[in-house]
């Protein structure tokens, strides 16, 4: 397995504000996505994160609002941009290892006021 | 398209007690199948895959999951739940590198 961190852990943030969460992980992944989990919910796909290009969105989700960031095999970025309190959820970075598996970070717990 | 159906969105349970949390899933495609794990506050664990084989995959702190493709379910099972299973437990399915998430099953274990 990996180590996933995600930063920061948790944030409080004003509306109209943006936030960028990292995603680390410790060793080189080729597929590596954001997924969102608003309460009381299930996790949603927001992107694939996709090195060396442009990010592929699910439908409902757009580049303006969560640009995304891959500049290497090891690290990406989600911006939360324009925020009101609707984008108040966890947000969470996953990485594929080895045979077909998804692994998760610890999440970023965002609160828009 | 593929879905994934969790049919309890609360289980609540006596330690000690047996559990099974449901899940049915719909595909045209073989898939592969998971449970994840996720404990107050905290990200998801990875509980136990199917991908192929064995029907019967045992996983991580006692739990157990078999794949029934004719009744395409994929139910989650342990024989004596402890207070520290509380949680929330997702089933998932994917066929390329997408997973696809139920909605989840609040399993309350009380003493």
């Known amino acids: 397995s990996a180590v996933i961190s995600q930063k920061p852990s948790r944030d409080i943030c004003q509306r109209g504000t943006s936030l960028t969460i990292q995603c680390q992980v410790d060793?080189?992944?080729?597929?590596m996505f954001w997924y969102r989990q608003q309460p009381g919910q299930s996790l949603t796909l927001i992107a694939t994160a996709n090195q060396g290009s442009e990010a592929t969105y699910e439908s409902g989700f757009v580049i303006d609002k969560f640009p995304i960031s891959r500049p290497n095999l090891t690290f990406s970025t989600l911006t939360v941009s324009n925020m009101s309190p609707e984008d108040s959820s966890i947000y969470l970075c996953?990485?594929?290892?080895?045979?077909?598996?998804?692994?998760f970070g610890p999440g970023t717990r965002l609160l828009v006021l | 398209a593929q879905s994934v159906t969790q049919l309890d969105s609360q289980v609540p349970v006596f330690e000690e007690a047996p559990v099974e949390l449901r899940c049915n899933y719909s595909s045209s495609v073989s898939v592969y199948l998971f449970w994840y794990v996720q404990y107050p506050n905290q990200g998801l664990q990875l509980l136990l895959k199917y991908l192929s084989g064995s029907t019967l995959v045992k996983g991580i702190n006692g739990f157990e999951a078999e794949f029934n493709k004719s009744q395409t379910s994929f139910h989650l099972r342990k024989p004596s739940v402890h207070i520290s299973d509380t949680a929330e437990y997702f089933c998932a399915v994917s066929n390329t590198d997408k997973l696809i998430f139920g909605t989840g099953t609040r399993l309350q274990v009380f003493p």
């Open positions: 060793s080189q992944v080729t597929m």
């Open positions: 996953s990485v594929v290892l080895g045979d077909e598996t998804q692994y």
